[in-house]
């Protein structure tokens, strides 16, 4: 399910007693808001209850200030880079050969992400980073193939603890039986960085 069906799903008060929001309640659009979906595809522009409006890129995040209903967003600029950051605990005693490749094999295998789309996987200090690309070209021409911004979605889900897809099977890299995540933090870098007026 595409990270925009997603969030619209979260953003949906639950019958489980998830409160309705209060008349004149501000929320923070900048985090899990209710997204405008085109074919599970986020619409370039997005708009909270009132008359706010604002351009978003393929992932959701917002690219541009907040406006008026009259907002013009004349593409939707797709996020050909995620750069997921994660805290690694304890991975002393294992070869950074070994995480990496651990780490290869969980995307691939849990997301169903292709391991072209895997640009660089590297360490410095506490943190990893992992190197997601995929331009519009390889999209356009793999259209089948799992979306990055997807992955990133799902991923930084599944490090906190908060299983969307595999409730079942707690996210962890298979090394030694324990797991070396946590704390993640996903970065969006789009193909047009040029912002919206």
Sequence with gaps: IS????????????????????????????????????????????????????????????????????????????????????????????????LKQALRTTITSRYGLPDKYIDNIEFEEDYIFIDLKQNSSQKAANPDDVDIVDVAYYMEKDVKGMNLMHADTPFKIPINSKNFLGDPLIMYIDENLMSFP
Excluded: H
Aim: aromatic letters at 4%; charged letters at 30%; proline letters at 4%.
């Design 3 to 98: 990270k925009c069906l997603l969030m619209k799903k979260e953003s949906l008060p639950t019958k489980a007693g998830r409160r309705v929001k209060p008349e004149g309640a501000l929320i923070d659009n900048d985090g899990l808001y209710n997204p405008d979906c085109d074919n599970g595809t986020f619409k370039a522009r997005q708009c909270n209850n009132t008359d706010t409006c604002w351009c978003v890129n393929s992932a959701g995040v917002r690219r541009t200030e907040k406006g008026d209903k009259n907002k013009m967003c004349p593409e939707l600029v797709r996020t050909n880079w995620v750069i997921v950051q994660m805290k690694r605990n304890n991975t002393d005693q294992v070869s950074e050969a070994d």
